[in-house]
């Protein structure tokens, strides 16, 4: 059993909340637009660190992090990667990947938009966990935590950041 902590679009914004909602994570994944190496670095001495890299972040976070990830974490194949946009209208980028070998999670970020969908065709369950930095024209930052164990996602819990 693993217990995630998902955000995305820090744009460089580092928050103590962070640390509190995260503490009890076992990984910390970010699905894009992390904003500078800085803070990616910041994650990494905190928790286990996964990450893609945005259409914000530079030449060191690119270097540092791919576009897309895929990886297995209890029995749970994740596809992560920064623009993927929603079940029904996948960006063209990743429509491909998704369509030819469906993960059981697709991550993505970008929008500022928290959602959670399944996508019954895919049989996938998508998340999007919003933007928890400041920029961008979201009102309410976001992050998420769940739990991946044996094959299963559960315990998928919403937190607002209220300043």
């Known amino acids: ?4 902590g998902l955000l995305s679009d820090t744009h460089n914004w580092w928050d103590e909340k962070y640390e509190k909602y995260f503490s009890d994570c076992d990984e910390i994944w970010h699905a894009g637009d992390i904003g500078s190496m800085e803070l990616a670095l910041r994650f ?3 928790k286990p660190f996964r990450a893609v890299y945005g259409n914000i972040d530079d030449s ?14 209890e029995d749970v194949d994740v596809l992560m990667t920064h623009i993927g946009g929603y ?11 998704l369509y030819s070998k469906p993960p059981k999670l697709f991550i993505s970020g970008h929008s500022h938009i928290l ?3 399944f996508d019954k065709k895919l049989n996938c369950l998508h998340i999007n966990p919003g933007a928890a930095g400041k920029y961008g024209f979201h009102k ?4 998420i935590r769940f739990v991946v164990d044996k ?13």
Do not use: H
């Not at 060191?60 to 974490?73: D, G």
């Not at 960006?91 to 491909?96: A, I, L, Q």
């Not at 559960?154 to 950041?161: F, K, M, N, R």
């Open 140 to 143: 309410v930052r976001t992050l």
């Open 44 to 46: 990494e001495a905190f």
């Open 115 to 117: 959602k959670v969908m």
């Open 87 to 97: 079940p029904g209208k996948y960006d063209p980028r990743v429509r491909s990947i």
């Open 1 to 4: 059993m693993k217990k995630i």
């Open 151 to 163: 094959g299963n996602i559960s315990d998928l819990e919403v937190i607002e950041l209220n300043d």
């Open 60 to 73: 060191k976070v690119r270097a540092a992090y791919p576009e897309f990830l895929r990886f297995t974490i």
